[in-house]
């Protein structure tokens, strides 16, 4: 297994993550793994992504992992819509390196990332199948609340909004949620594969969720609630071993 730091520049920021080789004959079937909007400050010890990335790795996938903006070592602030100029920027990245086969691009993505994703994907044919865990249908927790401040406020403490002077318009930022709801795009995933899982006691996004988008997708479509799993999908054995799975069947390595 290879490693290689990438820095792209986004919007003038400079957006960091990791890409992950394995051995064999390239190009090789590619993720790009999309982590959720953080509830708290990291835990330094949380290897996290980087071990879920070695682990799919390991299956013969080259792996991406990068940080959002406003998040781990990339620079900026926590904006949904900056976060899909992100996600498109990697995709351009990983679109143009020759170990990357273009024919199996595949996103992974957790909660606020699995709801990027999906909203991408509908734009980007790039995308040749979508995994979205834990995803909401929308984000009526972030536009609904009635001290919209509040939200700021959190997301100020806990580091994922840095700058004293953002967002410029409370109403502009929160819109940003409203209009990437996942709802209003999970049908332009097909005739592109779609697996959606979601934990039984997710106790962050409610199952209902993941049934809606479901029902809303077009075909080929998976649905799989994972019994007594919560929010915290990607450290979950069973709900992993499904996903990597799934991917192994809809973009199986060339061995």
């Known amino acids: ?29 590619t993720v790009c793994v999309c982590h959720g909007i953080p509830a708290k400050i990291p835990d330094p010890s949380d290897r996290g992504y980087a071990a879920l990335a070695e682990q799919i790795c390991r299956h013969g996938f080259a792996v991406l992992i990068f940080n959002f903006r406003g998040t781990g070592d990339s620079g900026g602030n926590l904006d949904i819509l900056g976060w899909t100029r992100d996600l498109k920027a ?30 991408v994907a509908s734009q980007d ?23 919209p401040q509040s939200i700021i406020d ?18 502009e930022w929160l819109g940003g949620f ?37 029902a809303r997708a077009g075909e080929p479509k998976q649905l799989v609630i994972v019994d007594g799993a919560g929010h915290r999908l990607r450290q979950n054995d069973e709900a992993m071993t499904v996903v990597l799975d799934w991917l192994k069947f809809h973009t199986p390595p060339r061995f």
């Open 90 to 119: 990697m995709i351009d990245y990983l679109w143009a390196l020759p170990e990357v086969d273009r024919s199996r691009l595949s996103l992974l993505g957790f909660s606020g990332g699995a709801a990027v994703s999906i909203y």
């Open 154 to 171: 959190h997301f100020r403490s806990i580091g994922a909004i840095r700058d004293n002077d953002f967002p410029r318009s409370t109403r």
């Open 178 to 214: 409203e209009l990437v709801s996942p709802i209003n795009y999970v049908a332009g995933i097909s005739p592109r594969p779609l697996l959606l899982v979601h934990g039984s006691q997710d106790e962050t996004i409610k199952v209902s969720d993941a049934h809606r988008l479901y």
């Open 1 to 29: 297994m290879r490693t290689r730091v990438v820095a792209l520049e986004v919007d003038g920021l400079n957006i960091i993550g990791r890409l992950y080789l394995p051995s064999g004959d390239m190009p090789y079937p």
């Open 125 to 147: 044919n790039r995308v040749s199948s979508v995994v979205a865990c834990a995803c909401p249908a929308e984000f009526t927790f972030f536009t609904k609340v009635d001290e």
